[in-house]
């Protein structure tokens, strides 16, 4: 028996594999959170390889089955297949096990096309066995020094990781599609000082003769702890309680003028890199949404960064 699996029907034959089999293979490159729970009803053999150390897998679930007396557990820094095998079936094919190579999870997957697979070949089963063997054999243990390394490299990737394969609202975005990346909201309430002003002037006359271009130039002032590290979505709030979601900007501390109080900024046209565009739209849906949360979210301060992913429904 031959079947193909389309992405509605892959996870459905993975979980049926896994409870009727008498031992289980798995050669998956990628793990994300909760995919030890596939394994959660299973007391039978397991033994896993997967691909620890190159920022595609989720460590925590790794620790999670690593404890499992049932469950061995072997990295191999080449490894990018997605091979299920059991007593009866071998499941061959794109899914990895709730991640998908790309730093995706949970929701964040919604889109991506899945396919394999499914036979109980037995000639297939035999050499499938035979690789997998050849796979086990040469790649190591998973020890706790792997893990720590896995954790750090993980937390990496998950800054870093490409956007999905369609762009979505504001409404449909999730604290998932978020966390981790470097996409900040900055709320501010009053003007800049005059002397603010006067050293801003001066700012843009060196940057001019720099040959930057100062119409793309802003500031805040006495902002310190503004991220140098981050995109920034300018949201101000006036005297009467109005807010303003303006410019994206990126900061350039390389510009701020010695002794000044005074942060400068670039503006950016367009966001890349992430789930969302940054347009009139989602600037619309974000200000109606802060409109009911920016009270609890500056508190009795004037100003306040933080990550966008802290104010997503």
């Known amino acids: 028996m031959k079947k193909f699996l389309s992405n509605t029907e892959y996870l459905a034959a993975v979980r049926d594999a896994i409870s009727s ?33 190159s920022g595609g897998t989720n460590p925590n679930p790794v620790r999670i089955l690593r404890d499992n007396d049932a469950v061995q557990i072997h ?11 059991t007593d ?29 697979i499914l036979t109980d070949d037995r000639d297939v089963l035999e050499q499938v066995a035979a690789w997998f063997s050849t796979l086990w054999n040469s790649s190591l243990p998973v020890d706790e020094s792997d893990l720590l390394a896995a954790s750090a490299a993980w937390e990496s990737s998950r800054t870093n990781r490409a956007a999905g394969p369609t762009k979505k609202s504001f409404a449909q975005l999730r604290k998932a599609d978020l966390l981790g990346r470097p996409v900040h909201i900055v709320l501010w309430k009053f003007l800049p000082s005059e002397s603010g ?39 101000h709030i006036d005297p009467k309680g109005i807010i303003k979601v303006g410019n994206l900007y990126i900061r350039r501390p390389e510009l701020d003028p010695i002794g000044s109080n005074i942060q ?44 966008l992913s802290e104010a997503i429904p």
């Not at 990295?75 to 095998?85: D, G, P, R």
């Not at 801003?200 to 590290?229: C, M, R």
Request: charged share 20%.
């Open 21 to 53: 089999a008498k031992h289980i293979d798995a050669a998956v490159a990628f793990w994300g959170a909760r995919s030890e729970a596939l394994f959660s009803d299973s007391s039978v053999p397991v033994r896993i390889v997967c691909n620890l150390l």
């Open 75 to 85: 990295n191999s820094s080449s490894l990018h297949a997605k091979v299920l095998l």
């Open 88 to 116: 009866t079936v071998a499941i061959i094919g794109s899914a990895n096990f709730s991640t998908n190579g790309l730093h995706y999870e949970g929701d964040e997957l919604d889109g991506w096309l899945e396919a394999g």
């Open 197 to 235: 002003e006067q050293d801003f002037g001066i700012a843009q006359q060196e940057a001019a003769v720099n040959g930057i271009n100062t119409k793309e130039l802003d500031f805040y002032e006495d902002w310190h702890s503004l991220p140098k590290d981050a995109y920034l979505i300018d949201v």
């Open 264 to 307: 400068i900024v670039s503006s950016l046209s367009k966001l890349q890199g992430f789930p969302f565009v940054y347009d009139a739209a989602f600037r619309d849906a974000l200000t109606q949404h802060l409109k009911q949360i920016y009270l609890s979210l500056l508190g009795d301060k004037n100003n306040r960064d933080l990550p």
